[in-house]
């Protein structure tokens, strides 16, 4: 019954390697999120979608690439993986993309290029 | 631009202390969301509060209050008699009313509660 679930929990990779990964929300919410979590602890807005559709876009180089097939899940493919992308990577799920909406937070996934 | 700043980077207290963790916020917008997360040890984020520009009511929430004050826009968080497993980084976060604004974070701060 966990509300926001991502897969994997860890993942440990080569430069260059294409991954993904996954994330579900059981909450109904219409809004996803993927956020990423620096070394020193710093979160940043990656992307975000409402109904399936790309709302917010920051500025990522487009290596990354995430895909909503329903409400419930928005996955993020990774090309040509790099040391710098190391990090743990949140998916959150709001009701909807107004302000007010509280963000709930996946377990997160500790990627590690090497 | 909205921008939240947790001046403290790191706080070490020993157990049953009380403890302050601040934080300042900057936006332009009269309408706005402050959030508290805390992501302990294990690394998930939980949500702790939400609180809305336009209800500058104190809240508490048993040994948990928060003092939000517009006049300094600040939003800070008090843990009383604190416990051991309240050791954990904290954010305070903003995000403007508009649907295409960002939750922003501050830099978090670690709270390190010893035996």
């Known amino acids: 019954d966990t509300a926001v679930s991502q897969t994997p929990k860890y993942l440990v990779t080569q430069m260059g390697n294409d991954k993904s990964i996954k994330c579900e929300q059981n909450l109904g919410h219409d809004t996803m999120y993927w956020y990423k979590q620096d070394s020193k602890k710093f979160l940043k807005i990656m992307f975000s979608?409402?109904?399936?559709?790309?709302?917010i876009n920051e500025t990522v180089p487009n290596r990354f690439s995430p895909k909503s097939p329903d409400k419930a899940h928005l996955n993020l493919h990774i090309n040509s993986l790099e040391l710098g992308d190391s990090a743990v990577y949140f998916c959150?799920?709001?009701?909807?993309?107004?302000?007010?909406?509280?963000?709930?937070f996946g377990p997160g996934t500790r990627l590690l290029v090497l | 631009a909205q921008k939240v700043t947790q001046a403290q980077t790191e706080i070490s207290v020993v157990e049953k202390e009380d403890v302050t963790l601040d934080c300042v916020y900057e936006t332009r917008d009269t309408t706005y969301y402050l959030f508290w997360y805390k992501q302990p040890p294990s690394g998930e984020l939980v949500f702790l509060i939400r609180r809305n520009s336009f209800d500058e009511q104190n809240e508490i929430s048993g040994r948990y209050s928060w003092n939000f004050q517009k006049s300094t826009s600040s939003f800070n968080f008090t843990i009383t008699a604190s416990q051991v497993v309240d050791s954990a980084v904290y954010f305070c976060?903003?995000?403007?009313?508009?649907?295409?604004?960002?939750?922003?974070f501050g830099k978090g701060t670690m709270l390190l509660v010893s035996p």
């Open positions: 979608y409402n109904n399936k559709e790309l709302i």
């Open positions: 976060a903003l995000r403007e009313n508009s649907g295409y604004s960002t939750l922003t």
């Open positions: 959150a799920s709001s009701q909807d993309q107004v302000g007010q909406e509280t963000q709930y």
